[in-house]
């Protein structure tokens, strides 16, 4: 069976056992006499093609996140330091470079903005990646010359629509602010160490270590505001998984999550695709309401 095919599949077997709360549609779906919702596979399809990119960032975040083994964080607001070459064998990532040193930084940006403070790196090629779960893949920071983002220290904050301690505005002494579009969020540093000089290699291992990253209002010389407790939806060991068993309860926590463009049409299409599901951003994901039972 095709990948495709299987998820679809898997999907069909929660989507079909949805019980739809009539409260909640705006559109008025089909349902049979139990008021489960009769999709068909065409609908289906819709729902998983504008699905998959949330369903697939939020295992790699959760997993880079969360997980106990391989590279990392174990725990929001908290960062990694990699100073080996990675091999074949790394799955953190479908496909990691090999000739890159990876640095990562797992942000819970709710309570309040996250600082960096970036040293000069010399090296030729070094970016900066930052994505919530809905997977726009936000590059901040990023040399590939000369005159790149890292020939200088920078400062940089990160925060979202959502942020208590921050709404937005200057700082003293942070360069750049960025805000993101979802609350949790991975940060990758991806840096081209210059393996076959010693020398350069070396500074480069020294600069990447001298990174900080901090809150605003450790930043500011205040006491870092305590975060509240997550419940977060469980991830999958694949994509598969969470289409399979979980993908309405992931859904609502993307969306609770994750701010959406009214102007953009992908955004758009989502959360008419979801709304029709009870499934919409500031709802609460209610298991009651929900039968996973096949049909």
């Known amino acids: 069976m095709k990948p495709?095919?299987?998820?679809?599949?898997?999907?069909?077997?929660?989507?079909?056992?949805?019980?739809?709360?009539?409260?909640?549609?705006?559109?008025?779906?089909k349902t049979d006499e139990n008021g489960i919702a009769i999709l068909s596979d065409q609908e289906i399809e819709n729902v998983v093609k504008r699905s998959y990119q949330y369903v697939a960032m939020y295992n790699v975040n959760q997993k880079m996140a969360l997980a106990e083994k391989g590279l990392t964080t174990r725990g929001y607001n908290k960062g990694m330091r990699n100073t080996n070459l990675l091999d074949h064998t790394a799955r953190f990532i479908a496909r990691p470079n090999n000739d890159v040193m990876y640095q990562l930084a797992m942000l819970d940006l709710r309570k309040d903005a996250i600082v960096f403070e970036m040293p000069a790196i010399e090296s030729k090629y070094a970016s900066m990646m930052a994505t919530g779960y809905d997977h726009y893949v936000n590059i901040p920071m990023s040399t590939?010359?000369?005159?790149?983002?890292?020939?200088?220290?920078?400062?940089?904050?990160f925060y979202t629509?959502?942020?208590?301690?921050?709404?937005?505005?200057?700082?003293?002494?942070?360069?750049?602010?960025?805000?993101?579009?979802?609350?949790?969020?991975?940060?990758?540093?991806?840096v081209m160490p210059h393996a076959n000089e010693p020398a350069r290699f070396k500074r480069i291992v020294e600069q990447i270590n001298s990174i900080k990253g901090m809150s605003l209002s450790e930043y500011q010389g205040r006491q870092t505001p305590k975060l509240g407790e997550v419940n977060?939806?469980?991830?999958?060991?694949?994509?598969?998984?969470?289409?399979?068993?979980?993908?309405?309860?992931?859904?609502?926590?993307?969306?609770?999550?994750?701010?959406?463009?009214?102007?953009?049409?992908?955004?758009?299409?989502?959360?008419?695709?979801?709304?029709?599901?009870?499934?919409?951003p500031g709802?609460?994901?209610n298991p009651n309401d929900v039968d996973l039972t096949p049909v």
Do not use: W
């Open 232 to 280: 977060f939806p469980p991830y999958g060991e694949t994509d598969a998984d969470i289409f399979e068993n979980n993908l309405l309860e992931v859904m609502q926590f993307v969306f609770n999550h994750t701010t959406f463009d009214p102007n953009n049409q992908l955004d758009k299409e989502v959360l008419a695709v979801y709304g029709r599901l009870g499934v919409k």
């Open 283 to 285: 709802n609460e994901f």
């Open 4 to 29: 495709q095919s299987l998820l679809l599949g898997l999907f069909s077997l929660v989507i079909l056992g949805c019980q739809v709360n009539q409260k909640t549609t705006e559109e008025q779906l």
């Open 161 to 190: 629509a959502r942020t208590e301690e921050y709404q937005g505005g200057d700082i003293e002494g942070v360069d750049e602010t960025f805000e993101m579009t979802g609350d949790f969020v991975s940060v990758v540093l991806r």
């Open 144 to 157: 590939t010359n000369e005159d790149g983002d890292f020939r200088q220290l920078k400062t940089i904050l």
